[in-house]
């Protein structure tokens, strides 16, 4: 089983990055998946959930209308587009699979100027 993710980097405040996550080895269509992130001397807290399908959608209050969550089943794969970013999303970033509770090695993503 592996998640891997991509996508991470420094960007500027305002700025955007899309982060993808890589399955394998796993029923990933029959999966819901989601992102999470950590900050510095912070709790690991749930960024966006999407299931199986992709019909339920959700998002932790501070990136709603920012950030998209997104799957393609074909491609085992699920993304994070990230725009208008904020110092505040500092942090890395972890795909997981929600029903299995597998997690990815995570993916930097810092916002500054």
């Known amino acids: 089983v592996q998640l891997v993710e991509s996508g991470g980097g420094l960007v500027q405040p305002g700025g955007s990055l899309r982060l993808s996550c890589a399955a394998s080895?796993?029923?990933?269509?029959?999966?819901?998946m989601s992102w999470h992130r950590q900050a510095p001397g912070k709790e690991r807290e749930l960024v966006a959930f999407i299931s199986s399908g992709g019909v339920i959608i959700n998002y932790t209050d501070s990136v709603k209308g920012r950030f998209t969550i997104s799957r393609v089943n074909a491609k085992n794969s699920v993304y994070l587009q990230m725009n208008s970013l904020k110092p505040e999303d500092t942090a890395v970033y972890y795909c997981?699979?929600?029903?299995?509770?597998?997690w990815g090695q995570g993916t930097q993503v810092t916002v500054s100027s």
């Open positions: 080895g796993f029923a990933f269509r029959l999966n819901d």
């Open positions: 997981r699979a929600a029903n299995l509770d597998y």
